[in-house]
C-alpha cells in the first residue's frame, strides 16, 4: 500500500480525516493521519503524479484542512503539481499534433490530466486549469483515424487495462467510465463552465459529449437503458444495439457515474432533453434488481457506498422527485451490507474504508459544510 495514494493508500484517509475534521472541531485525527504519511518521499514525476498519486493526490487532501494541520507547505505542493500539469500537457499536445491516439492515463481522471484538472479547479488554479480545458476540448472534438477508421479523440490505444493488448483490443477501445473514460472530461469541462472557467470550444466539446453519451444509450433485453462499460473497435463500428445485459451500476464504469457526467454538461450547456434523459436512465438502473443484484460491496469505487453518494448528487440536481425518493432505499442497501460484511479495513478513497466513511459524514452529519471533496469523484 502506497502512503501517497488516495484511492486504496494512506492520502485516502487524510482526505477523510480533514473533512471530518470541520465538524468535529478537533484535528487531532487529521494531524496523526498527516504524520502517517510525511515520513516519506512523494512520487512527483510527471509521468507517475497525478490526482490519485504522489504530490497532486497529498496536496489534494490537505486542501481540505487548516494549515496547523500539517508540517508541509501546501503552496509548495501546489507549485510542484502546477509543474507537473505543464509537463504533462506539453505532451499530451504533442501526441496530438503526430496524430497518434491516446494511452489511457493520458487524459482519465485516476491518472491523467483529467483529474489533475479537477484538483486545479477545487484550488482555483485558473491559468493552469484553462490549459488542460484547451486540451479536453481536442479531445472530445478532434476525431482519430484507427485501423482506417475514423473514431473519436480520446479513443485510447489501451486495452481495458491500461496497456498495450493483442485480441480484441489491439487496436484499443473506447472507454464510457467516468473514471477512466470520455465521460471523465466531460464531467470536468461541465463543472469548470459553472465555476466560470471556459475556453475557446468548450461549449462545443460539451455538446459533442452530450450528442455521443445520448446516441450510444442501448436498450436491454427488459426494456431499461444503460451504457456499455467499454468497446473494441469492431463493436464500436456497429454502433448500438439493444437486448444488451444491464452492467453494474456503480461509480467509475456504471450507469450512475455516467449519468451524473452527462446531467452535468446538460446543465452547464442548458439542455433540459438532455439533462432529464441523464436522469431517466439513471433511475432505471437503481430501481432494477438486474442491475442492483450486481454489486457487491459497499465501497465508494464499485459498490454501494459509490452509488448513493453518485445518485445524491444527480437527485439534488434533478428537477424531478424519482431519484430522490429511491435514495432511502439504497441507504438501506448499504446499512444492510454493512451489517453483513462490516467497512473495508483497508485504507484508501475508492477501495478502502475511507470513501465509505465519507459517504457517511457526507450524508449523515446535520448541516454538515460543503467542502466540495467529492470533486475528485467529478461529482460535484
Not at 505543464?86 to 491518472?111: C, N, T
Not at 475556453?199 to 450510444?216: K, M, N, S
Not at 433485453?221 to 454502433?239: K, T, Y
Amino acid at each position: 500500500m502506497r502512503h501517497d495514494d488516495l484511492g486504496g493508500g494512506l492520502t485516502g484517509t487524510v482526505l477523510y480525516e480533514m473533512v471530518a475534521a470541520h465538524s468535529r472541531g478537533t484535528w487531532t485525527a487529521a494531524r496523526t493521519a498527516v504524520q502517517a504519511i510525511t515520513a516519506h518521499p512523494l512520487a512527483a514525476y510527471p509521468d507517475e503524479a497525478s490526482l490519485y498519486r504522489g504530490v497532486p493526490a497529498v496536496a489534494y487532501a490537505l486542501h481540505f484542512g487548516k494549515p496547523s494541520a500539517t508540517s508541509w507547505t501546501l503552496t509548495e505542493l501546489n507549485a510542484e503539481t502546477i509543474a507537473i500539469v505543464a509537463a504533462r500537457v506539453d505532451a499530451a499536445q504533442r501526441r496530438m499534433d503526430s496524430g497518434r491516439p491516446p494511452r489511457m492515463d493520458e487524459y482519465d481522471l485516476i491518472s491523467g490530466l483529467t483529474g489533475l484538472g479537477a484538483y486545479l479547479l477545487r484550488r482555483e488554479q485558473q491559468t493552469a486549469l484553462e490549459r488542460i480545458l484547451s486540451y479536453l476540448v481536442r479531445l472530445l472534438t478532434e476525431p482519430l483515424t484507427i485501423a482506417g477508421h475514423p473514431v473519436p479523440g480520446w479513443w485510447t490505444i489501451d486495452g481495458p487495462r491500461g496497456l498495450p493488448e493483442n485480441g480484441a483490443f489491439a487496436t484499443g477501445h473506447a472507454n464510457f467510465g467516468i473514471a477512466h473514460g470520455m465521460p471523465g472530461p466531460l464531467a470536468l469541462l461541465a463543472l469548470s463552465s459553472r465555476a466560470g472557467v471556459t475556453v475557446d470550444g468548450q461549449d462545443r466539446a460539451l455538446d459533442e459529449g452530450i450528442r455521443f453519451l445520448t446516441a450510444w444509450a442501448q436498450p436491454s433485453s427488459d426494456g431499461a437503458i444503460g451504457w456499455p462499460e467499454l468497446l473494441p473497435l469492431q463493436a464500436f463500428l456497429n454502433g448500438p444495439v439493444s437486448g444488451t445485459e444491464p452492467g453494474r451500476p456503480s461509480w467509475c464504469y456504471g450507469t450512475p457515474g455516467i449519468g451524473r457526467a452527462l446531467q452535468l454538461a446538460a446543465l452547464a450547456r442548458r439542455n433540459d432533453r438532455a439533462r432529464q434523459f441523464a436522469e431517466h436512465v439513471v433511475l432505471g438502473s437503481i430501481t432494477d434488481p438486474r442491475h442492483l443484484s450486481q454489486i457487491e460491496d459497499v465501497t465508494l469505487c464499485h459498490g454501494w457506498a459509490g452509488l448513493l453518494l453518485t445518485c445524491d448528487r444527480i437527485a439534488a440536481e434533478s428537477a424531478a422527485p424519482a431519484i430522490t425518493n429511491e435514495l432511502p432505499a439504497l441507504r438501506s442497501h448499504l446499512s444492510a451490507h454493512m451489517v453483513r460484511h462490516e467497512i473495508p479495513q483497508n485504507a484508501g478513497l475508492l477501495s478502502g474504508n475511507a470513501g465509505v466513511l465519507l459517504t457517511l459524514h457526507t450524508l449523515s452529519t446535520p448541516r454538515p459544510t460543503d467542502l466540495g471533496w467529492d470533486t475528485c469523484l467529478l461529482l460535484n
